[in-house]
């Protein structure tokens, strides 16, 4: 019964052409968050948490789909975390003080969260440029190598910081990290989920055209509309359930106070819409995605992970190659970087401590294999929600916090022993 | 029997066979010369100044036991090795060759006999491995290296269906199939086969021994290891035969017998050093 059961779940997932793995990880998520809602009578699945949720998730998730082709290419980054909180720190560095005593531009200047975040983007691709350089070229280890940057990173903090924070940001450069104003609102977030379904059929249908032209084997219509059927739902979905988590009633009042809004009885009821920081997650997957299956680069990581001798064989440049994940991974440390400060309103010495283990982690859940060539992007992102949504889930369970870690590191080898177990049995 | 056991005589000992004087005759150069080659790892000498040539239209049978060098010699030109002495020639030319990319450029192409496959990907892959088909705006055209591939495989090993497979999961057979398709797709004029049809059935044996008379009629060269003394008798205009690292000799191959260059492969002599008891001493 089991066999056959795992091969009807194969079968389906090869006409679908959806990856099995993928498959059973949004199971999993279903069954925490089902489990979570019955306990919580209810509060689990609410548009509240569940925005707060996809927000909280949001810069793990960023830095994940980086930490993908880390691992993809045989590669560990250890560093992550340090380097969020150098890069972030270096940021709110760059608004409050640089900016406005360099260019005389003030902390409400609409260039400045502009500059600050460009700086930091640079920055973080060239810290972590510089670790994958040593990593290809010096011929040390990865593992040792940001190590030696978490330290570093960590430690430049501390030196420069003296246990300052710095606060408060820029408030253009605030919206990054959420919040009811950090948020696309309802017309927004209705428009954008529109675009998406747009876009998600015309993708479904040129791949299906273009496959047919060439007189390859098709997925059959009922599976092509019932797959685009289910990511248009998941799409209007997510907004609706963002659209249905309105403003906080101060807030609200404050808001119709200053436009002259008259309040209607029973409170104004502004929806929040998507967060901008769920917004940047979405955009950081998209082109992560692109990068990782539709461009040369993405293809050569991929071939480093399977057989790194093959890589050199074929004449792929491997060293440009894993300098440059590294570097990428610099950037969306700077993006979670830039999230993170934005959200708190302040850059802390502790920023994006331990950051790196729950990156690590979900890039795993998510599906990515430590043996290498194995991993998604998709994946990782549905990683970091699973992560999130076991902390979250506990946190409303108010279970403590070392309670916390013990359930997320049982899951975590649990998950990655089932799916060895599953691999093995159908291979 | 007229075998030309000098290594270094072997520029004079161009083929004037019927099979391969063809083309050898309109092209006085060869196309690929190897000089004094020389590799070793600690203190194993791999490869011993070891110098060899390649006629367009020509198949060089590179013959030898277990370790006698000749992966190691094939992967100095491959640039896969490189060798610690020596000189490569292409079409008379002097060239250095650091990197894969190198011998690319020179129009070089590589079966090797580990086959270098990246497990984790599916055939087309694999065969445009580091030469991706690209279409507008630089995005890989999977369609495209999908449908080369299927032409492709439709010649090499007609049977072969699994084109969205990772190669881990394929036969030994299926992933030497991708292998060779992999060195066929890009116009080689100079081409490597290290064991290629080790891991083949009879079938796709027989597609690719008419895969390489068809290359070879259309002026490629080829060097062509083989453990298989038949194989090598039935597609080769000259066969070299290396032992401990040196060439014992090149020869025709209307020239001698198998028995002969089995006797060269396992004594290391050249043919007219071995007597007729050591040549019954191997059957
Ligand atoms: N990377 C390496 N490091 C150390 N020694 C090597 C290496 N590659 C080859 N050798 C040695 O060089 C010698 C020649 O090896 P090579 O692979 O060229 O032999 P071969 O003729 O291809 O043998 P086979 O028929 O078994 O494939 C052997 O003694 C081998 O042990
Ligand atoms: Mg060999």
Redesign the interface.
């Known amino acids: 019964m089991q066999p056959r059961q795992r091969r009807s779940v194969g079968g389906f997932s090869r006409v679908i052409d959806v990856d099995t793995r993928l498959i059973g990880l949004i199971f999993g998520l279903a069954v925490i968050w089902i489990g979570f809602n019955i306990a919580s009578d209810g509060t689990f699945l609410s548009a509240r948490n569940l925005w707060n949720l996809s927000v909280q998730s949001a810069s793990i998730a960023i830095m994940a789909t980086g930490m993908v082709l880390i691992i993809v290419s045989r590669n560990i980054d250890l560093s992550v975390g340090a380097l969020l909180g150098f890069t972030g720190y270096t940021m709110a560095m760059a608004q409050t003080q640089w900016i406005p005593q360099g260019l005389g531009l003030g902390l409400d200047h609409p260039l400045t969260w502009v500059i600050t975040l460009a700086f930091g983007l640079v920055l973080g691709a060239i810290l972590g440029g510089i670790q994958g350089f040593v990593i290809a070229y010096g011929g040390v280890p990865s593992f040792i190598v940001t190590l030696g940057g978490l330290l570093v990173w960590r430690g430049l903090i501390f030196q420069y910081a003296q246990g300052q924070t710095i606060a408060p940001l820029d408030p253009t450069f605030r919206l990054l990290g959420g919040g009811p104003q950090g948020s696309l609102g309802e017309f927004g977030s209705w428009a954008l989920g529109a675009l998406a379904c747009v876009a998600i059929v015309i993708g479904l249908l040129y791949n299906r055209r273009r496959r047919a032209s060439y007189g390859f084997p098709v997925r059959p219509i009922w599976a092509l509309v019932l797959l685009g059927a289910v990511a248009i739902t998941v799409v209007l979905g997510g907004v609706w359930v963002a659209n249905s988590y309105p403003w906080p009633g101060a807030l609200a009042a404050q808001f119709a106070e200053r436009n002259n809004i008259p309040i209607p009885p029973g409170g104004l009821v502004i929806p929040t819409g998507i967060a901008y920081p769920v917004l940047i997650m979405i955009a950081v997957t998209i082109v992560m995605t692109h990068l990782a299956e539709r461009r040369r680069f993405g293809r050569n990581v991929y071939a480093i992970g399977g057989n790194p001798v093959a890589a050199v064989l074929s004449g792929i440049n491997t060293r440009r190659t894993v300098m440059l994940t590294f570097a990428v991974m610099g950037i969306l440390a700077a993006v979670s970087g830039a999230v993170q400060t934005a959200r708190l309103n302040a850059a802390v010495t502790g920023l994006g401590v331990q950051n790196e283990l729950d990156v690590i982690s979900a890039a795993v859940i998510g599906g990515t294999s430590f043996s290498g060539g194995i991993g998604t992007i998709p994946g990782a992102i549905l990683g970091a929600v699973v992560m999130q949504s076991l902390r979250s889930g506990m946190v409303l369970m108010r279970v403590d916090s070392p309670m916390q870690d013990i359930v997320v590191g049982i899951v975590l080898v649990a998950a990655v022993g089932l799916d060895a177990l599953l691999r093995r049995r159908t291979t | 029997m007229t075998a030309v056991p000098d290594p270094s005589a072997t520029p004079s000992s161009a083929p004037a066979s019927a099979s391969g004087g063809a083309a050898a005759a309109t092209h006085a150069t060869p196309m690929v010369e190897l000089v004094d080659i020389r590799v070793s790892f600690g203190g194993v000498h791999a490869v011993d100044g070891v110098s060899l040539d390649l006629y367009p239209g020509e198949v060089m049978g590179l013959v030898g036991g277990n370790g006698a060098g000749k992966s190691t010699l094939m992967r100095v030109l491959?640039g896969?090795q490189s060798p610690d002495a020596g000189e490569i020639r292409i079409n008379g030319r002097r060239v250095s060759i650091h990197?894969?990319?190198d011998a690319?450029t020179h129009g070089i192409e590589?079966i090797?006999q580990?086959?270098?496959?990246?497990?984790?990907?599916d055939a087309p892959?694999n065969v445009f491995?580091?030469?991706?088909k690209?279409s507008g705006f630089?995005?890989?055209d999977d369609?495209?290296m999908?449908?080369a591939t299927r032409e492709l495989m439709e010649r090499l090993n007609p049977r072969f269906k699994n084109f969205k497979t990772a190669v881990a999961?394929l036969s030994g057979g299926q992933r030497q199939s991708v292998a060779i398709a992999r060195a066929i797709e890009f116009n080689a004029t100079i081409l490597i086969m290290d064991e290629p049809t080790a891991a083949l059935g009879p079938a796709e044996t027989a597609q690719v021994r008419e895969l390489i008379r068809q290359l070879k009629a259309d002026g490629i060269g080829i060097f062509l290891i083989s453990h298989d003394i038949h194989d090598v008798f039935d597609l080769s205009d000259r066969i070299s035969v290396m032992h401990h690292g040196e060439i014992v000799g090149t020869v025709k191959r209307t020239d001698v017998t198998t028995d002969q260059v089995l006797a060269m492969i396992i004594l290391g002599k050249p043919p007219d050093e071995v007597t007729s008891e050591e040549l019954a001493s191997l059957h």
């Open positions: 491959s896969a990197n894969p990319r690319r590589t090797y580990t086959l270098a496959l990246a497990d984790n990907l892959a491995l580091g030469r991706e690209v630089g995005t890989l369609a495209a999908e449908s999961s």
